[in-house]
């Protein structure tokens, strides 16, 4: 059974609903009430989904016993779980002016009375205004970190991951390993077959070192024709042959399209961290080999030879 429900522009949709009623001790009315009116305020207090819902989830414990809270949204790839699920659900599609702003399941051991459902239905109406602003600046956050072009994360993405990784790995003694790399003579792809082909390329050139990398690295397009790859936990040796692996599939575009009218390569340049290092130094040192790749010929991997 599917219900719906309308509070002014809010939609809460009902999907199904198992309908014992319990006979429960709640707090009483004017507790409630005091909640209910307190939860808005509390709730404004974060934009960040996931700190929303667990906010959420607490305010409403005392007030609601239930064991698990989902939230699915599947536009945004983002699911969120607290507490542990149980067989009792109750399931809402959470909309609001016809913007689907995702499911909300929560379940428990024994079914959902009425009086608790419309309970519930009170605090989501509640909820659904500030997760909306949340979902709104995630997706604004998600825009200012990604490259337009390749959708790949963008120079500041980059920079807050390697400030991030080069923390962890100087904090639990591990290896890490940079790879700036650039796309051999694009300024003639541009100039010869224009700014389309060379957009292409760049697209292509993106989409084939994602997927010869392993989950765990990180691509990032940091300027025009130029990527950085943070390799964490990796020694000299494995971002050697991570390096030399994208260089090959990069370079074997050209044998893999026959409609391409023009050679495409790679120079990469390689620098692993060293104790105490920051994350300027460890990128002068990457790029200073690149271009090292660069002079010596292009096509080709380098590494940098300079300690901090
Ligand atoms: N199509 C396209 N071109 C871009 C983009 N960003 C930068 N470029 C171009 O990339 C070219 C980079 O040229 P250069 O820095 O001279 O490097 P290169 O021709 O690759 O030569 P080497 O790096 O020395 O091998 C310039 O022509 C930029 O205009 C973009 O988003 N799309």
Same mark, same amino acid.
């Given at each position: 059974?599917?219900?719906?429900?309308?509070?002014?522009?809010?939609?809460?949709?009902?999907?199904?609903?198992?309908?014992?009623?319990?006979?429960?001790?709640?707090?009483?009315?004017?507790?409630?009430?005091?909640?209910?009116?307190?939860?808005?305020?509390?709730?404004?207090?974060?934009?960040?989904?996931?700190?929303?819902?667990?906010?959420?989830?607490?305010?409403?414990?005392?007030?609601?016993?239930?064991?698990?809270?989902?939230?699915?949204?599947?536009?945004?790839?983002?699911?969120?779980?607290?507490?542990?699920?149980?067989?009792?659900?109750?399931?809402?599609?959470?909309?609001?002016?016809?913007?689907?702003?995702?499911?909300?399941?929560?379940?428990?051991?024994?079914? /959902?009375?009425?009086?608790?459902?419309?309970?519930?239905?009170?605090?989501?109406?509640?909820?659904?205004?500030?997760?909306?602003?949340?979902?709104?600046?995630?997706?604004?956050?998600?825009?200012?970190?990604?490259?337009?072009?390749?959708?790949?994360?963008?120079?500041?993405?980059?920079?807050?991951?390697?400030?991030?990784?080069?923390?962890?790995?100087?904090?639990?003694?591990?290896?890490?390993?940079?790879?700036?790399?650039?796309?051999?003579?694009?300024?003639?792809?541009?100039?010869? /077959?224009?700014?389309?082909?060379?957009?292409?390329?760049?697209?292509?050139?993106?989409?084939?070192?994602?997927?010869?990398?392993?989950?765990?690295?990180?691509?990032?397009?940091?300027?025009?024709?130029?990527?950085?790859?943070?390799?964490?936990?990796?020694?000299?040796?494995?971002?050697?042959?991570?390096?030399?692996?994208?260089?090959?599939?990069?370079?074997?575009?050209?044998?893999?399209?026959?409609?391409?009218?023009?050679?495409?390569?790679?120079?990469?340049?390689?620098?692993?961290?060293?104790?105490?290092?920051?994350?300027?130094?460890?990128?002068?040192?990457?790029?200073?080999?690149?271009?090292?790749?660069?002079?010596?010929?292009?096509?080709?991997?380098?590494?940098?030879?300079?300690?901090?």
């Amino acid at each position: 059974m599917v219900h719906l429900l309308h509070s002014d522009t809010t939609n809460l949709r009902r999907l199904e609903q198992n309908t014992v009623s319990v006979i429960q001790a709640g707090p009483i009315s004017a507790e409630r009430d005091d909640a209910l009116a307190k939860l808005p305020l509390i709730l404004q207090t974060s934009l960040d989904t996931r700190q929303l819902l667990r906010l959420f989830d607490e305010q409403i414990k005392p007030l609601l016993a239930h064991n698990g809270l989902q939230f699915t949204h599947p536009d945004n790839k983002f699911e969120f779980r607290l507490g542990n699920n149980r067989h009792h659900k109750c399931n809402y599609q959470l909309e609001i002016d016809q913007e689907y702003l995702g499911q909300l399941t929560f379940s428990r051991a024994y079914r /959902f009375s009425d009086n608790e459902i419309r309970l519930l239905e009170d605090l989501l109406c509640k909820l659904i205004y500030p997760l909306r602003n949340s979902l709104q600046y995630a997706r604004a956050l998600d825009a200012a970190l990604t490259d337009t072009l390749t959708q790949l994360p963008n120079r500041q993405a980059y920079k807050n991951t390697i400030e991030r990784e080069i923390d962890l790995a100087h904090r639990l003694r591990l290896p890490l390993s940079l790879l700036v790399l650039d796309i051999d003579y694009f300024k003639n792809i541009n100039d010869s /077959f224009g700014h389309q082909v060379g957009d292409e390329t760049l697209c292509r050139v993106a989409d084939t070192l994602l997927a010869s990398l392993r989950r765990s690295d990180a691509l990032f397009r940091i300027g025009g024709e130029e990527f950085a790859i943070v390799l964490s936990h990796s020694h000299h040796e494995a971002a050697l042959l991570a390096a030399e692996r994208l260089r090959t599939a990069i370079y074997e575009l050209n044998q893999s399209n026959t409609d391409q009218k023009f050679p495409i390569s790679i120079s990469i340049g390689l620098a692993e961290l060293c104790v105490g290092e920051s994350a300027d130094s460890l990128f002068l040192k990457a790029d200073e080999a690149l271009y090292q790749a660069k002079f010596a010929g292009r096509n080709q991997v380098v590494t940098s030879r300079v300690t901090a």
